[in-house]
């Protein structure tokens, strides 16, 4: 795929990896370096994730009897605020683009880092400022308008840290924002030269229209919190019914960012695995063009279907007709993908690595959670299913059993990567499994108690309900183990784990073509591109090299 | 509380609505399958070292299998859309003799008003076999109607009216609950839809203690809050006359021609400045805080009572319909 | 100073450099305008909902301060205009002098600001229970006025703190004149003296020809 360009390592000493680079703690915080950054990220979010986890692990318990066992309704009313906000902004909007985006997107485009490394770090600053009123609100008791901060209720009604919360979000947003312009300059300007744009991994391709996606949506959601606290703060009336003001404005605003947040969720996800079938599979991508030109259509259409949100909330008739019709239309570029992804299996070498698991998970618990999205298009389907457990269900599976399996394909996939280390195969496949089973569990019963008439929101609920409540908690407990067992196993790699060769997957893309980890500087050279992704058929005459490549990559110790 | 009180087919329009939904869980189901299988069997045949043929795939085939797949999901999508919304469309007429039930919320009670006068605290008491379109606000927050027996629900807002239409096909309890988070106790929002026979629901209805209609309460209050000092064609201030105003078009100010509906009414006493009638001056004072939700809900029921009624209630306004009041 | 000394890791080169700074304020641009956006969209739905009250509302302003800001804001860009344009012919000076004139002009619309602001409490145009106005709407005009006017304020009070951050810079050769930064800050510069231009109707000449 590149000239044998990375050779110039000499055998003098090699450069340090990027890990190596500096010990001091001032030399992280200080790092331009994208690929220390991504490790910032990657420990933020990851602290994060659990925070969140804890949150909906109380929920769960306490949903185990109709009347709840030990929190308040307001506790509970707070918690699964706590949930949503902390599960949406500080974990899956940055997951996989903070993290494996920072990290690989200048490698797979042969850049020595993105266009402004010094804007990269700002935006994980950005991040943990907003991450550090959220954590403010936390400890102050927290808030209770739910993650969606509707008006009135957020403005006049609720107790609790409306403000801070928002704060937090608001600053967050910003984070967002500069990765996302980040990115898209660094794709439009330091590709390397012969790298054009239908030569990028789907990644690449992801990456960037999710940045599009992030730059034109949160600042629409900035100014919709920045309006419910300048309501609640300073008494002007946005959304105050009383002095003429439409607080389904408010929803208009909202939903406009966060309809398409969710396709800020899962189109880097998508980019995942479209690395890592090709890889395991051994076959290049299925319809590599159709693939690029569904992520776009994604982003675009993504912008016009938030209505899809309020049917029930007030809007005209002809309004719920049109989001329903987009509705349905952008989730034709997500079926493609889904039958390229299986497409690509055809005629493969398949083997069953712990990414791989993960990302055949993703096809099909994103497969469910798609489908289900087309119930919730249909306006008479909605109008009984919405603000009921079918919503959750339905947004879990996509988010969750899409977003978090593909983030741990990810996360296996490029592991030894960028640390340098191999994990236990046999652990990673068993909580890959454990993570469908558990995942399936929590979730299924909430589609059938959904449909049953069990609205979301609710501490206490109708008996009748119990026994699904119960499945889900038993289920989500499993869930839970199954995201323990990586911080375990991945915790030893580091420590014990065997040391990775630069390619242990004999996977194409340039980011193999550097040591594990990679040195500081990416290409001491940059390369020359002569061909696309995905060269694993037989025919691409690529080396199905083992440890041994015949040309050292960059950066490898002698 | 039984799962039949949840999920039991109130009208027809639910079960249009479960079809629906049973077709697409079919639709959904074999697609699952077929993706399911697909990955299971291409996992299972093409893994490493199996002795599948694996040859090259012809470029000319793997560009019209896309574009097959492509189309057949989209005019499948289509057709699931169509399907949908043909429901919408067919539900959307609502019947011209319905029901009218007006219904209060707020945190955390629902607060029901019978055309008839009675009043019912999370309940609504309807007659099976009508049907009853319920006219609801808030006094507070953003709060949802939820009925699943009948499949609808409606956010119900504050400052606004919105509706919600069923006819009721059985008898019975069913659940009715709040659907839109409304804070502490919005999960112990619920009530009771009591659906009984016509002649059952005439007998409860007229046993209720407050059986002077909506419409005659609406009447005192129209004299003892003022209204007719100014709105009577006998008055020295040039006002609109409000015989027949519901329903009709009414001329503003700015060009504009609007329907006197619920919400017209309602903003024309609480923001008597917003649509100015064309011809008159913007001197009607607000009754925002003056007047409750459910004093409003009496007036509207009074000043719609002026157009349907066929004779004028006893102290109203003899004649003028012509010359003054509203233009046409 | 050599140009060189401007350059930056990834960027091969000083042009590709200066392309993908432009490519980059853009977007942010990009963004901004989509948050401005969301403003200007809630005040036309209110417009649209109450143009009475809106015109009564709107009747408050002071159409005198607003001018003079107009009128302070587009020189202002000028000055940065001319700055720019100064340092691509590496004319140290006035390169300097006219950033400076955009600070100084720029620090003089939020003078006038504040004097108008002040203004603005005497009359009690703050919504609230006191508030002078009928109907209720027109407290929804001014909640519009406080917002906007209030978050361009603080989006101008960063662009001085910006521009004079790159003043001193190049003051101190920090940089040289050639540097790409310039291009970024002049952007942004005028995106905020745009949405003034576009505030201005919007809330100063409501139903006064």
């Known amino acids: 795929m590149t000239d044998a360009v990375i050779g110039d390592v000499a055998a003098e000493t090699p450069p340090p990896s990027y890990l190596g680079a500096g010990h001091t703690l001032l030399s992280w915080l200080t790092t331009t370096d994208h690929k220390r950054i991504a490790i910032l990220y990657a420990i933020s979010i990851t602290f994060f994730f659990f925070i969140g986890g804890i949150a909906i692990a109380l929920v769960r318990l306490e949903l185990m009897t109709p009347q709840g066992l030990f929190l308040t309704s307001d506790a509970y009313n707070r918690l699964f605020s706590l949930h949503g906000i902390i599960m949406v902004w500080f974990f899956l909007v940055p997951s996989i683009p903070a993290t494996m985006g920072n990290f690989l997107l200048p490698l797979m485009i042969g850049a020595n880092d993105v266009a402004f490394p010094r804007l990269n770090l700002l935006s994980w600053y950005l991040y943990v400022l907003g991450a550090a009123f959220t954590i403010y609100t936390l400890i102050s008791g927290g808030v209770d308008t739910g993650w969606t901060f509707y008006a009135p209720f957020s403005t006049n009604y609720a107790t609790g840290y409306v403000i801070a919360a928002a704060a937090g979000v608001f600053v967050v947003g910003f984070s967002s924002i500069a990765t996302g312009v980040n990115f898209i300059a660094t794709a439009h300007m330091l590709r390397a030269p012969g790298m054009t744009w239908f030569r990028l991994p789907l990644f690449v391709w992801a990456m960037y229209t999710v940045s599009l996606v992030m730059v034109l949506a949160t600042p629409v959601l900035a100014m919709s919190l920045l309006l419910v606290v300048v309501e609640r703060g300073f008494g002007l009336p946005i959304f105050d019914a009383t002095r003429g003001g439409d607080p389904i404005l408010f929803q208009h605003l909202f939903w406009f960012y966060s309809h398409p947040a969710v396709y800020i969720m899962i189109l880097p996800a998508m980019g995942v695995v479209s690395e890592v079938i090709p890889c395991f599979a051994r076959r290049t991508i299925f319809g590599y063009t159709f693939m690029v030109y569904a992520l776009i259509a994604i982003a675009v259409i993504s912008f016009m279907v938030w209505g899809h949100h309020m049917f029930v909330a007030g809007q005209s008739p002809l309004a719920n007709l049109v989001f329903s019709f987009l509705s349905f239309i952008v989730a034709v570029p997500s079926a493609i993908k889904v039958f390229n992804w299986t497409a690509t299996l055809h005629r493969g070498q398949i083997t069953f690595e712990a990414p791989m698991l993960y990302a055949l998970g993703f096809v099909g618990l994103f497969t469910i959670g798609g489908l289900t999205g087309l119930f919730l298009a249909s306006v008479p389907i909605d109008i009984h299913a919405t603000d009921s457990y079918f919503v959750i269900a339905h947004f879990h599976f996509v988010m969750v059993g899409g977003t978090v399996s593909a983030y741990m394909a990810g996360l296996h996939f490029w592991w030894p990567k960028i640390t340098g280390r191999m994990y236990s195969e046999a652990w990673a496949r068993f909580a890959a499994i454990t993570t469908f089973l558990g995942f399936n569990a929590t979730f299924m019963p909430q589609f059938v108690m959904g449909w049953n008439g069990m609205p979301r929101r609710y501490h206490h609920y109708p008996d009748i309900f119990q026994a699904w409540h119960v499945m889900s908690s038993v289920g989500a407990l499993i869930l839970a183990v199954a995201y323990v067992l990586p911080l375990v196993y991945f915790g030893w790699s580091l420590l014990y784990g065997r040391r990775a060769p630069a390619n242990p997957w004999n996977a194409t893309g340039l980011e193999w073509q550097t040591s594990s980890p990679p040195p500081k500087e990416n290409f001491h050279r940059i390369p020359r591109i002569h061909a696309g992704p995905y060269r694993y058929h037989a025919s691409d005459r690529l080396p199905m090299a083992d440890d041994r490549t015949p040309v050292r990559p960059q950066g490898e110790t002698p | 509380m039984t799962t039949d009180s949840f999920m039991a087919v109130g009208s027809d329009y639910a079960g249009k609505v479960d079809e629906t939904f049973w077709i697409l869980v079919i639709i959904s189901g074999l697609i699952t399958a077929l993706v399911a299988s697909l990955i299971a069997g291409f996992s299972l045949r093409y893994r490493r070292g199996s002795n599948a043929w694996r040859g090259p795939f012809p470029e000319r085939v793997s560009r019209d299998v896309e574009i097959g797949w492509t189309v057949a999901t989209l005019f499948l999508f289509l057709f699931i859309f169509w399907w949908a919304a043909s429901n919408q469309l067919a539900a959307l007429d609502v019947p011209g003799n319905a029901l009218e039930i007006h219904v209060v919320a707020k945190q955390w009670m629902w607060r029901v008003q019978q055309p008839g006068g009675a009043r019912e605290i999370n309940e609504i008491h309807v007659p099976e076999k009508v049907p009853v379109r319920l006219v609801m606000t808030s006094e507070d927050v953003i709060h949802d109607l939820f009925l699943p027996t009948m499949r609808l629900k409606q956010d119900v807002l504050p400052g606004r009216y919105t509706f919600l239409w069923f006819t009721a096909i059985k008898t019975g309890v069913f659940h009715l609950t709040c659907a839109e988070y409304c804070g502490t106790d919005h999960s112990v929002m619920a009530g009771r839809l009591v659906v009984m026979t016509a002649s059952d629901y005439a007998r409860w209805s007229s046993a209720q203690p407050e059986a002077d209609n909506l419409a005659r309460q609406g009447e005192a209050l129209f004299y003892s809050l003022g209204c007719s000092g100014c709105h009577a064609p006998t008055s020295s201030v040039h006002a609109p006359d409000l015989h027949g105003v519901y329903g009709r078009a009414v001329h503003l100010s700015d060009g504009r021609v609007v329907t006197a509906d619920e919400a017209y009414l309602r903003d024309s006493i609480l923001l008597p400045l917003k649509d100015i009638v064309v011809g008159f001056a913007p001197i009607m004072p607000s009754f925002q805080g003056v007047v409750t939700e459910d004093e409003l809900v009496k007036l509207i029921a009074y000043l719609k009572s002026l157009s349907t009624s066929p004779t004028l209630p006893s102290t109203a306004i003899e004649g003028g319909r012509a010359g003054t009041g509203v233009k046409q | ?209």
């Open chain 3, 1 to 209: 100073m050599s140009d060189a000394a401007a350059l930056r890791e990834p960027w091969p080169d000083l042009q590709r450099q200066r392309e993908g700074v432009t490519v980059g304020i853009w977007l942010f641009i990009a963004s901004e305008v989509l948050f401005f956006g969301a403003l200007f969209l809630g005040y036309t739905v209110y417009r649209t909902l109450y143009p009475e009250a809106f015109r009564i509302a709107a009747a408050e302003t002071n159409v005198l301060y607003g001018s003079v800001n107009l009128l302070l804001l587009l020189t202002s860009s000028a000055a940065m205009t001319i700055a720019v344009d100064a340092s691509q012919q590496e004319k140290r000076r006035t390169t300097l002098v006219c950033l400076g004139l955009t600070m100084l002009l720029g620090t003089g619309f939020l003078l006038v600001k504040g004097l108008e602001y002040s203004d603005d409490i005497a009359k009690g145009l703050f919504p609230g229970p006191h508030f002078p106005l009928q109907p209720p709407q027109t407290q929804l005009f001014w909640a519009f006025y406080w917002v906007m006017t209030g978050v361009h304020a603080i989006h101008l009070a960063t662009g001085i703190g910006v521009v004079g951050v790159f003043a001193f810079i190049l003051w101190r050769r920090l940089l040289p004149l050639g540097s790409p930064a310039i291009v970024g800050v002049a952007t942004y510069w005028h995106f905020v003296d745009t949405v003034w231009i576009i505030l201005f109707p919007l809330l100063y000449l409501v139903d006064r020809s």
